[in-house]
Each structure stands twice: as C-alpha cells, then as structure tokens.
C-alpha cells in the first residue's frame, strides 16, 4: 500500500540554526500539507500546497516558515531560524480525497 | 469559533471490552468528519470519513456515528485489543477541498491485559 514518507524521523538542531523537513508524497496526489503537533497538545495546521502554490496557511506559519516542492516527489518545509518553541512532531500529509499522513519528524531545538 | 472538542480525555478498558469516544463539534460550514487513530510517536491513520448525509460507518470493530443536528459524533470500539491502545482523533473538515482540517485533542485510550 502507498504511503508517505517523512525524513529525518528525528533532528536536533540548535536555536536559530534552519532545518528542512522532507517528505515524499504518495505519487498521484496533488494537495499536500504541513502540520505540527506540540508534546501533549492537539495536532495543528500549518499550510496547504497545491499546484506549486500555498493554498491556505495559518497563523502559526509566518515568515520564518517555507514550503517547497523542488521536484516530481519531494515536498520539503524549511524552517528559518528556530525557536525552542518550535520543538514538535511535523507531520506531511497528502490526497486525493482522504487524507494519508507520514510517520513525522521529530524536531528538537536546544 | 471553529472547535471540536473530545471526552473523555483518557480512558482505560480491558482487553475484550466495548468502549465509546464522544465527539462534539462547532465547525461550520460542514464536509465531514473522520476519526484517526494515533499510535504514540507516529502519524495519524484515518479510520472513518463521514459527510452529512451518513449517520453511521464501521471499520472492522470501529463504528462511526454522526448526528449532525447535534453536531454529535461517537466512536465505538467493539471487543477491544491490545493493539487499540492509542490515541482516537477526530477531526471535522469545512469544504469539500479539505484545505484545512479542525482536529481534537483526541482520547487515549489504553487496553489492558
């Protein structure tokens, strides 16, 4: 069965440094997403991608966030300059009609 | 505000047993609503996917309700396993397109022996 994949499964980086998340669609999927959920707290949106464009994106994703699909397979997000807050589980997610969601990265950030 | 909120928050049955989750939601417009189960450290896998017009869908020994007068959804675990441990989310969806999902915080549910 097809299904998203999500590397790396853990990073640690320090504040301020930029971290790319990645994340490998199911193939004939065309909308794709980006969520995050903090230790112990609800799974949250971040933004939705489709036709090489963002779709919508919520509060949490300002500036120091970046979605990109640089080829045929990869969808990456990039994170600027973290924040300890930014410490979380990123989930990638894709679609036809339901929704199907990669294992997640954990991120760390001393 | 768009919210769905879950009860009970954890709950703890042994193994054979039938529990349900409670699913109350505010989100509107309407598309539809599903239920993921989350194992801890992984992602969310999608169980049931109901529109407006369904009150009701099974997934093996998970059955799905939705009364969406009452904006009211149920998850009923049937001769519960060890492998049901986990957490149940659900999760309302405002359009068809799906842009953006409304999750709960979900129940933990934890089987015993």
């Known amino acids: 069965e097809p299904e998203v994949t999500q590397t790396p499964s853990h990073q640690v980086t320090q504040m301020g440094q930029e971290v790319i998340l990645r994340c490998v669609p199911i193939?004939?999927?065309?909308?794709f997403y980006w969520y995050r959920q903090i230790l112990g707290q609800k799974v949250e949106f971040l933004v939705s991608f489709y036709n090489n464009e963002i779709s919508e994106k919520s509060e949490i994703f300002d500036d120091q966030f970046s979605v990109e699909r640089p080829d045929g397979s990869n969808f990456t997000l990039k994170i600027r300059s973290t924040k300890l807050e930014d410490s979380a589980m990123y989930f990638c997610?894709?679609?036809?009609?339901?929704?199907?969601f990669g294992p997640g990265t954990r991120l760390t950030v001393l | 505000k768009n919210q769905v909120e879950q009860s009970p928050q954890s709950l703890i049955i042994l193994e054979g047993k039938n529990c349900t989750l409670q699913?109350?939601?505010?989100?509107?417009?309407?598309?539809?609503l599903r239920w993921y189960k989350q194992d801890t450290g992984r992602g969310p896998v999608s169980l049931t996917i109901?529109?407006?017009?369904?009150n009701t869908k099974s997934n093996g020994r998970y059955t799905a309700t939705l009364d969406a007068d009452t904006k009211q959804s149920s998850l009923h675990i049937t001769a519960s396993q060890l492998s049901d441990s986990a957490s149940y989310i659900c999760?309302?969806?405002?359009?068809?397109?799906?842009?953006?999902?409304?999750f709960g915080a979900g129940t933990t549910v934890t089987v015993r022996a």
């Open positions: 997610a894709s679609r036809t009609d339901t929704q199907y």
């Open positions: 193939s004939n999927h065309l909308y």
């Open positions: 999760v309302v969806s405002r359009n068809s397109n799906d842009y953006k999902l409304s």
């Open positions: 699913c109350n939601y505010t989100v509107s417009p309407f598309s539809n």
């Open positions: 109901m529109t407006f017009s369904e």
